[in-house]
């Protein structure tokens, strides 16, 4: 700013230009039919007062890591996770794989990580825009004994008894995920983000569909995937600098170390 500040200043103007742009806005409003009418002619006002000039997309395509990576910062306990994208393995996501991994994250994520491990939390989740199937722990004392366990989990499902009841129950937890109480401020913004996203009725009622019908031969048949994440996904752990370099001791200098936060 002290040498440059023609440069600074042009930069500036530059990322207002970007952000401030009637064509490249989203507009977001959640009201009642009443409150809507008196409040539309201020907004188009607003509208019309804003720069109306061409945008560009700019596509974000960031360059993912293909290591597995220790973050160190002083702390006696660890944030382990391990993930893989399985859509970019050939997977096509269904609703089944919701109550998968209800199931599993219950069953076996947290009976081995959680009660058996110690760790404060630990689950899976599969984000059904992304891809991304993952594992992760919370405040937890393990490294190298949570990534086995969450490598078990394929074996685990292959050798799983579910019953007529366990499926039920796990079905209508996934029901409850999707359809839950919102008041109108997380109405608005659910259909913001379906609006984003390409969401539609049609797309949702499939997936309930999918969920309902899921069978425990769904369920099992979800090990071949996990297999896939046991064997191609990374891991990133963020901990103390001791668990990972004991876990690099016990690897082969497997963990890529940073330094994210210096002990005192």
């Not at 009642?32 to 596509?59: G, I, K």
């Not at 630990?122 to 949570?146: A, E, H, I, K």
């Not at 990374?234 to 940073?258: C, F, H, Q, Y």
Request: with cysteine; glycine share 10%.
């Amino acid at each position: 700013m002290d040498n440059d500040w023609p440069g600074v200043l042009a930069a500036l103007e530059g990322i207002r230009r970007a952000l401030i742009a009637r064509r490249a806005m989203l507009w977001n409003v959640t009201l009642d039919e009443t409150s809507w009418a008196q409040f539309a002619p201020r907004l188009a006002q607003l509208q019309a007062a804003l720069p109306d000039a061409a945008v560009e997309a700019a596509p974000w395509s960031p360059p993912l890591s293909a290591l597995d990576e220790g973050l160190t910062m002083p702390s006696p306990v660890n944030y382990v996770a391990k993930g893989e994208d399985i859509r970019r393995l050939g997977y096509e996501p269904r609703g089944s794989i919701s109550v998968m991994t209800n199931y599993l994250r219950m069953n076996w994520v947290h009976e081995r990580v959680r009660v058996q491990g110690g760790a404060y939390g630990g689950g899976c989740s599969f984000d059904r825009q992304s891809g991304v199937f993952s594992f992760s722990s919370y405040r937890d004392p393990n490294l190298l004994r949570t990534i086995e366990s969450y490598d078990g989990s394929a074996q685990f499902l292959r050798e799983a008894h579910i019953g007529d009841d366990e499926l039920t129950k796990n079905i209508i937890g996934v029901v409850g995920q999707l359809d839950f109480y919102q008041l109108p401020d997380a109405k608005g913004y659910t259909s913001m983000l379906r609006h984003l996203l390409g969401e539609t009725d049609e797309t949702l009622q499939q997936w309930r569909d999918e969920v309902l019908s899921t069978t425990a031969a769904d369920i099992k048949g979800y090990a071949d995937w996990l297999e896939q994440v046991e064997r191609q996904g990374k891991v990133v752990v963020l901990g103390s600098p001791e668990a990972i370099d004991a876990a690099n001791a016990a690897r082969g200098g497997w963990l890529r170390v940073t330094p994210v936060m210096a002990g005192r």
